[in-house]
């Protein structure tokens, strides 16, 4: 987990490119779950090395620092 400077709380899961599959896609939905119960101040990101062929709702390392980044 990482805190930003502005309060926000992330859980970033990182996957190897061999793990992008179905149950990739179950974890991202559990994780948005986990999101939305915890509140307003917690986020949640699945973490793909490349932007190739990402499951809904992963992202890739580019995307994610970009996002903390702007947080």
Known sequence: ??????GKIILAETKGEHLKN??????IE????????????YRYYMVFRDEENLPHGA??????????EAL
Do not use: C, H, P, Y
């Open 1 to 6: 987990m990482i805190m930003t400077k502005g």
């Open 30 to 41: 559990l994780g948005a779950a986990w999101r939305n119960a915890a509140g307003n101040q």
């Open 59 to 68: 992202v890739s390392m580019g995307q994610f620092l970009e996002t903390v």
């Open 22 to 27: 179905d149950d990739s896609q179950e974890k």
